[in-house]
Each structure stands twice: as C-alpha cells, then as structure tokens.
C-alpha cells in the first residue's frame, strides 16, 4: 500500500506479463492445432451444398438431426464397445501394471517394452494377424473344435467380441502405463505402514494402493475410451455384419461420399458424446479428489 | 554395578532398571542378507543382538548409520525376518508372525501418512482394520488427536500440515491403537532443531501418560541422552552398552562408546604398577600409567589387567581441572599447553596439547570456581579424581570394515 | 465497425453491441471459411467436343518426357528385376521419349484426395498421364473438367485394335477422355470343397447352406450393381424402384443371417482360410489366390457379371500431353499389350493380343509355352463369348441420383 505509486506502475508491466508471456506458445500450439481446426470443422458441420458446386455456409443445424437419427444406433454402439473394450483394459491392464511396479523387481522397463513390443508393427497390420490367429480352423479355434469343445461352428471372428477384443488389444497400453505410473509413486513405506496398521494383504490395496492409483486409472480410462469409441479400424478388420462403429460411418461420409458437412457433424456429435461421457465418469469417481491425489 | 557390555549378558539380570517381565527380548538376534546384497557384501548387517526391553520403558538404539539399529527395530516391527535368533513379544516368538499381527505400531522416519486419508482417517485406520465399533473409534480418534494437540486439524490431508504436525499425526496413528510397544525410527531427523527440542519434550510427556514401552531408534546422542531410560549403544551390527544415559555417558565401556558419546579424551599406555591404592581410594584396586616426565594417570584397576599390558582410559572434558602447578600424591597429572579457548558462555572449552602429542579436551565453568583461566600458550597441568579414569574394554572382535553406510535396510 | 443508429431508432444498451460485436467475431471464422464449388463447365454435343479438342491440342508439341503414374504392380515388368518395365524401355528406344513411371495409386478415393486441391488450385499434379479406375470418382474427375479431351486423330491403334465391349462405356461416351487400360469382372469366388457344389447364380448367396459363410462388401457402388444383377436387372438401365427392390434382396441376404462380414479389407484372405466358403470377389483375386495354393473357383452368375474397366486418361495440366497421347496409342499395339497382360493377367482392351500370345507360345517350348497357352485359354484374362454376353457395365449415376443410391446401399453394411 504505501508503495509509491509512480514506481508501481513502471516496474509492473514486465513482471505481470511474465507469467503470460511463458504460457504463450501453450496458446498458440492450442490455436493453431485445437481451436483452429475444431473452428474449421463446426463452420463445415454448418454448411451445405456438395462437392461439386461447393458449400456454402447456411448455418444449416439440420445436418445434426439428419446425422443422429441415421446414425444413433452407431453412436450408442460405439460409446458401447469403446466401454467394454475400457473396462477389459483395466481388468488386464491394472494386474499387469501392478505387477510390473511391484514385482517385477529390476525388470520393470523390460517388462514394459515387451508390452510395447507390438506397437512397433503398424496398427492395421497388427489388428489384420488376428483374422489368423483367431481363424476359424485357426491355431487357436481349431485344436479346440477338433477336441469337440468347441461347436464346429463356432467362431469368434466377425463378432462383437472380436472388435471389443481388437480395441482391447489395440489400446491397452494407454491403460497400463498411466496405471503403473500411479502406482510406481506410490511409496513402499505407505504399504508399511498399512500392514504396520493391521491391514492384510487385501486392505492393504483396497485401502490404500487402490486410492493411491485412481489418478492413474482415471487417465487410463480416458486414454482408452475415447481413442477405442472412436476407432474404426478394428470395426472394419474384425467386425461382422451389425458391428459398424461411429468412426466407419464417418471414414465413408468424408473419402467416399465427399460429404463434408455430414462427416463434421457426426464427428462432433462423436466429440459432444464423449465429452458427456467423460464428464459424467469424472463426476461419479470424483475427480477433485482424483485430482488432489494427483497433485500430491 | 558393572557395565552391563556386549557379548550376552544373562537377560534379565538387569532389576535394577528394568521392570520384572520384559516387554520385548531379543535373543541373539541375526540379520544376514546374504553376500550377494550390495553394500552387505561384508556379511551381516546384525550379528548377534541380545536385549531385553522393559514394560513401559522408553529405550533407545543409539549409533551412527549402518550399524544395525534400524534393522533391528524392523525386526522387531516384522518387516524383516531375522536370519537367526528369537524375538520374543511379552514371552511369545514373533518370528514368522507378519507385520500385521504383531501389536506392535512404528512410527516411521518419513511418517508415511496416507495422502489420500484425512488427519483423521489415517488416525482411524488400525482401529478400523481391528473393527473397533464405530463410536468408539470416533472417541478415541478424538482423544488422542486432543492428546497431539491436532484435534483442529482431523479434516486436513496430511500435505496441509506442517512436518511436525505430520509427525504427531503419525505418533497418533500408531499410539491410537494402544500397541503393547511403539516402535520409532528416527521420528524427529526431518525436523528442524527447535522443533526437534520441542518434539523430544513432547514425545517423554506421551510416553508418560500413555505409559507405553517406547523403543527409539535414533542417531543423535544428545536426543537419546534426554529422553531415554535405558540406551543401547550400537555399532557394526552389535550392541557395544546398555544403560541408562549417565552410565552410558560417564562410564563408557569402549573406545566406541567414549567417541560417540559425547566428547572424549582418550589416552593409552602400558599399567606400571599394579599394586593397591592408597586409602583414599577406598580399598579400590588402582593402576598407574607411566607417562614419563612426572606425569602419570591413576585408575581403578581393570579385572584381571597385569603389570605392562596395554590400557586405553579415557576422561570427559568437564572432570578435568586446570593448574598452573603439578598436583602432588596419587593423581593424575598430565603437562600440556594450551591451542585454543573458545568461550561457549556457560562454560570455556580449552584444546591441550599434551606433552606427547595426543590432543584432550577440557571444559571449565565461567562461574568464577575455576582455579586457572589460561590463555593460548600457556603451559598448564590438567588432573581429575580417580574415579573418572574409565579404563576402556579391549575393542570387540572387529567389525570387519563396517562400510560408510553399510547395509541400509529397507 | 458498427455504425452509429439512425436517428429515431431504439438505441442499443452497451451490452446489447457488445454482444453482437461478440457474436459476430465469433461467427465470422465460421461464415468465412465456406469451400467454393469447383464446377465447371463441360462440353457436351459432337461440335463442342471438337471444339475443347483443338482448343487443348493446338500448339501442343513434344515435350521428350513423359511422367506416367499408375497403381502398383499394374503393368508388366522384367521378371529378373521387376523394377523395369520391358515395354516402357521399348517405347523410349522407339519414340526418344524419357518415361518416369511411378506406381503412386493406391485407391481411387484417397487419390481423389490427394489430387483434387492440386487440380483446384490451377497448380496441376505434375503427372502426364494417370490411371482412374471407372468408377464415381471418374465421373467427378470429367464433370470438374480435370481431364483434357482426347485427340482421336492420333489415336490410330486404339480404333484399329481396341475390343468393342471396352469402347464407348457409358462412363465416358465416345471416349472422350479416357481409353482403357485393363479391364476385370466382379463375380462369386468359392471354395467348391467347403461349399460342395457348384455355384452358378447370386441366389446361391442366400442358400441357407451357406449361412454366415458368404463375404459381401462395403461399396455401395459393387454391391449396388450386384444386386440389380441378383434381381435381373441390366444395372445401366435400372430405375430408382429397381434400386430399392435390389436393396430389398441384399437386406434379406443379410437378415437370414447369410453374410459373415462385409468387408473389402478381409475378404481375400478370409476366403483362402476358409473363414469365408463364398464371397463376391474380382476376377484377379482368385487368380492370385490360386498361384499361391488355393484352389478357389469364379464364376460369372447366369444373372451377370460386373465389367469394369480402369482407363488412362490426361490430366488437363498435363505438360507432356502429346507425349502421353503417344504412349496411349503405343498401348494399343498387339504385341505391346500381350506382354502387360502376361504379367498383370486382367483382361486385355486388345483382342488381338490374344493372337500374339498365341503365335508366342507356339514358338516357345516347356514351362513358358505352357503358361501362354494357359493365358491364351484363360476365361479370367479373354473371357469367351458367353461369359462376355454375361458381362454388365456398372451404372452410371448422376449427382443426385448419388444420394438416393448411398442412402439405400450404405445402411445395408454399415448396420
């Protein structure tokens, strides 16, 4: 307060741009690479027109309409199988990030780069081995068939499972290590002291390593689920004939419709159902609290 | 009473200070890790520990870095299994019972409080896992945080406290639960001193209402002398004296002991005489050694010394007086000159250089009593009372090179 | 930026204006970025024809070089070192001019993509000459006016030699701007051991025998005219009601619970595996399927098959124009054409090919003499002529007639 006012004002400036100055390229990587293009893609969702004679803009909202009634059932399905492809990641993927972080002793970042291992093959080719592997006289079905424990027409391939298991596949170590991250921090001696405290084996994790790793499976989570519901290179490799996926729909509108208002409409109708998505799983787990463990 | 040294003692011969039946023993206790643990390659980081600690004594374990003292507390707590020996809790072998079924809390160095929980709910939570009723874990909860002086603070997450109410926090987490003993692993060493002082008050008035048996690990001699009333003197892996602080400190057993307790002046020599004392030392056998030149130290005889073998005695600073003249009769008298006061305001603390060679310490209080105030340079006689001669124990079979910080258990 | 009222009017409150002012720079990024059409206008009639042909060709001379871009392994190469190409060499020994041959096509869609802005914005895409297969994309490259229009009169091997049923498709009438370049049948491939017996019609694609083993695909274009055929309908002179009743048959196709997966991604190998016992399939497919050990069969349905045809065609940016019109007659001679078909194995624009074939397995002896012989009687690479009569062009559709077509197809794979 007793500051003199004149000095205040001359040395102010520089120090209270400071801050703003350093987050600077933040904003304009955010502007050019998010907001520009999401800007671009709401303006294209709006427009009408086609290919030919161009598109022009008439705010045109219908295409959302249009979008939704065709495609909700894709939508739904999508949100659906990148849910349980989410939920067997965890049910995979938190086992072996908590056996990497506390097992696997000097290991670990072996243990981690064979989990990458797979990921140096490109995503198509790598989804496409399964169409052999998972064969329906394959390595795997055949044997079984042949021992009679498995019905002769049974098939896994061109199912829903089969695209569930592919985003499995395909997205669980953007499950693991956000898991095993969490769970690396935590300290050894909290589970000292838990078992100091009286707690087994069992209270041990659901009372403290659970907690302690929610950061990392709420990351996990996200990871997964959002790339798995918008994924459409499984649905296409190893789906049947009823398991289309959002992203198919919107891969066919865009290369061979042309149809660009469609494709931006449904891609942000995909984005808004996300976003809800997440919102509401952060509400149920909490994410203040998600986000103070975190910060610690 | 003979200084309760090293190698086995019979348990429990010890009434004097410790209460009968005590709380915890341990029966030559070994920790091994084997040859092919880094930084152990030596051998074991405990290599025989005999105690026994009494009900609702505040004990220490007391030594420098790796010389086995937080081994043997995680021993005790059971986060580590002993390789030999028996660790008795109230009379039952613990060894092999888990961390969780042992009634027994740590307090640990770096409080290891659950970030996730409030001040309240870590307090809660070794009642909750002993499904304590609910209302009773409310009370006690309340109560012991009053106890702490935190009962502000039960809705806080720890990282909202300052370390030393994260550590009372911790202290009530484990005291909560009314553990048969509290086992504590250097619970202060992250705080700053002041804080430290006040903790060390702190934790004695605790230990008295709760009337538990405390056992402390610590480095800091000065911590383990005010709160302590036994100390265990560790080093190498073995326990070098037990005792309560002043005999732990006026009349250590080995060189060991004498160095890290506080400061100590240690002189060597060959015994020249062994005859008996004059009547003033009260028929006690007294030694002499010859260090030439009319200078001499006298000491109680050591069971069993001869003439000419090798003795270490060593004196503390504030038993010696200052002369400007030679004291005459069976004394100790020894010639040096004197390299440096340093005024510490109660007292002035003189570095002498003896006659030959070896370096002594000698504290002298500013309040007027004493009969030399000597400046650098001067030449001054230094003598004590016989009876603070302590001749030191032949070192214990030697560590083999214990390392910097040698085993470093986790 | 905004104007002052009139006199008399209701003035704004401060955030009223700002609220405009907001919402305005707001909408304008999206107001702006509007793409603008990229008609143009394309001759019709025989006079304005003639006309765009002397207006491209006039003053058009030779340029030495010729950049020539093809889809992969489409052309014939030296089996010692596939990278050269016999014929190409033969054609710079012949005529001096220097050709780069690059295989950069995967799919008519992404090609598209990658082309389009370069053709929009007047810059050209550097090639002289390119393969288009004959497909929506074709009609979209011809109504942007992309491609220059041929100059016959230097065509004479393509009128001496090119094979009727290839000439004047209803994609591009009169060859304007395209001639072919190879030709291929969609039809039924199959498995006759898994399937056991012979299949001869598209109503064997809903025996219930085959319950979920039959592979259809994600193209409404295919499986639009595959359909009409099913249903016995020529697809060039089906009506809007045809359309719907042939997306009827491929509903209850795919209501029986026939179809296993509708994928042009996986139906190949899915068939060689045996995962698919019958699949709708191109010609080529079984053929390579077979050299690799398979003993899969095609066949033409009694009802039809699909003819298609990929053509080479000029961009109009093409600098090297009269040296790619050049190369397309080259294309044309007999022998010139049998060598490409002896490596690619899809039907030949050139009949005459077929007696140069002839004539060379004639003079050769042992495995060669057996392979052109195989070639000259294949009905995959010279189908006879009831297999020919059997053959349908795909329809052509209008712009709008686009939207009613996808939206009947496209649902029926994309469930």
Known sequence: ?296 | MAPDTLAAPPPAHDTATTPPGPAISLVDVVKDYGGDRKGAANGAAVRGVDLDIGEGEFFSLLGPSGCGKTTTLRMIAGFEEPTGGRILLHGRDMVGVPPDQRDVNLVFQSYALFPHLSVADNVAFGLRRHRVPKGEIHDRVDRMLHTVELADKADRRPRQLSGGQQQRVALARALVNRPRALLLDEPLGALDLKLRQSMQLELKRIQREVGITFVYVTHDQAEALTMSDRIAVMNGGLVEQVGPPREVYERPATAFVAGFIGTSNVLSGRLADSGTGSGAEAGARTGVLDLGDGQQVVLPLPEGAAAGSPVEVTVRPEKITLGAAPPTGRVSRIRGTVEEVVYLGTSSSYAVRTATGTELTVFQPNDGTAALTPGRGDTVWLTWATAHSYPLAPAPAPAPAPGPDAPAPR | ?415
């Open chain 1, 1 to 296: 307060m007793s500051r003199p006012p004149a000095r205040r004002a001359r040395r102010r400036p520089v120090a209270a741009l400071a801050p703003y100055l350093m987050v600077l390229p933040g904003w304009l990587w955010l502007a050019a690479f998010f907001v520009a293009p999401v800007l671009v893609m709401l303006s294209l969702s709006l427009q009408t027109g086609d290919f030919i004679d161009g598109f022009r803009q008439t705010f045109h909202v219908g295409t959302y309409g249009d979008a939704l009634a065709t495609y909700h059932t894709q939508l739904v399905r999508s949100l659906l199988y990148g849910g349980a492809a989410t939920v067997c990641c965890l049910l995979i993927g938190y086992p072996v990030a908590y056996w990497i972080a506390f097992r696997a002793g000097r290991h670990k970042s072996v243990y981690l780069f064979l989990l990458l291992l797979p990921f140096f093959v490109s995503f198509v080719i790598r989804t496409q081995s399964w169409n052999v592997v998972l064969a329906d006289n394959g390595v795997v079905l055949g044997p079984l068939k042949h021992l009679g424990l498995l019905p002769g027409d049974f098939h896994v391939l061109a199912t829903p499972y089969a695209v569930i298991g592919g985003l499995a596949y395909n997205f669980l170590p953007f499950m693991v290590l956000p898991v095993y991250v969490a769970l690396e921090r935590v300290d050894p001696r909290l589970l000292e002291a838990a078992a100091d405290l009286y707690a087994g084996r069992a209270a041990t994790f659901g009372r403290v390593v659970l907690p302690l790793s929610l950061p990392g499976v709420f990351a996990g989570v996200l990871l997964t689920f959002v790339p798995a519901s918008a994924d459409y290179v499984n649905a296409a490799i190893l789906g049947g004939p009823s398991t289309t996926m959002i992203g198919n729909i919107i891969q066919t509108e865009y290369f061979t419709n042309l149809d660009y208002p469609g494709a931006a409409a449904l891609s942000f109708l995909l984005m808004g159902t996300l976003l809800i998505a997440v919102f509401l799983y952060a509400r149920a787990l909490g994410t203040e609290d998600v986000l103070e463990v975190a910060a610690r």
């Open chain 3, 1 to 415: 930026m905004l104007l002052p009222p009139p006199p008399g009017a209701p003035r704004p409150s401060r955030r009223t204006l700002l609220r405009s002012a907001l919402g305005a720079a707001a909408l304008a990024p999206l107001a702006a970025c509007s793409v603008p059409g990229a008609r143009k206008d394309v001759p019709t009639g025989r006079a304005e024809i003639a006309a765009a042909v002397r207006d491209f060709w006039s003053g058009r001379r030779r340029t030495g070089k010729l950049d020539f871009v093809n889809y992969t392994q489409y052309i014939d190469a030296d089996p010692a070192d596939q990278s050269r190409h016999p014929t190409l060499e033969e054609f710079t020994r012949r005529t001096g001019i220097e050709i780069t041959y690059q295989e950069l096509i995967d799919d008519s869609a992404s090609w598209f993509g990658k082309t389009q802005p370069l053709f929009a914005s007047g810059e050209g895409i550097g090639h002289d000459l390119m393969v288009v297969g004959s497909d929506s994309y074709l009609t979209k490259y011809i109504e942007l006016g992309y491609l220059a229009p041929l100059d016959h009169s230097r065509l004479p091997n393509f009128a001496r030699h090119a094979g009727a049923a290839y000439k004047n498709s209803s994609f591009d009438p009169g060859n304007v701007y395209t001639v072919p370049w190879q030709s291929g049948m969609t039809g039924i491939g199959y498995d006759p051991a898994k399937v056991g017996r012979k299949i001869t019609s598209w109503q064997d694609l809903r025996d219930p025998a085959l319950r979920g083993k039959v592979g259809m695909w994600n193209d409404a274009v295919q499986m639009g005219n595959v359909a009409l055929l099913a249903i016995g309908r020529d697809p060039e002179t089906s009506t809007p009601e045809d359309w719907r009743r042939a997306a009827d048959w491929l509903r209850g196709q795919r209501d029986a619970g026939m179809v296993r997966a509708y994928s042009t991604a996986t139906y190949q190998s899915a068939l060689q595996r045996g995962d698919l016992w019958a699949s709708l399939v191109y010609s080529g497919d079984v053929y390579q399927a077979n050299r690799s050990g398979s003993r899969l069969e095609f066949v033409i349905p009694e009802e039809g098959g699909l003819l298609w045809t990929d053509n080479l065609c000029l961009p109009v940016t093409a600098a090297g124009a009269v040296d790619a019109l050049t190369y397309m007659d080259y294309a044309y001679r007999p022998e010139v054409a049998a060598r490409i078909t002896e490596t690619v194995q899809f039907i030949c624009p050139v009949p005459a090919a077929r007696d140069v074939i002839v004539r060379e397995a004639a003079a050769a002896t042992g495995e060669r003499r057996a392979a052109l012989q195989a070639l000259s009687t294949s009905p995959l690479v010279f189908p006879s002529e009831s297999d020919q009569s059997r053959l349908r062009r795909m329809r052509v559709l209008e712009r709008a007639e686009e939207k009613q077509w996808n939206a009947l197809f496209e649902p029926i794979y994309q469930a």
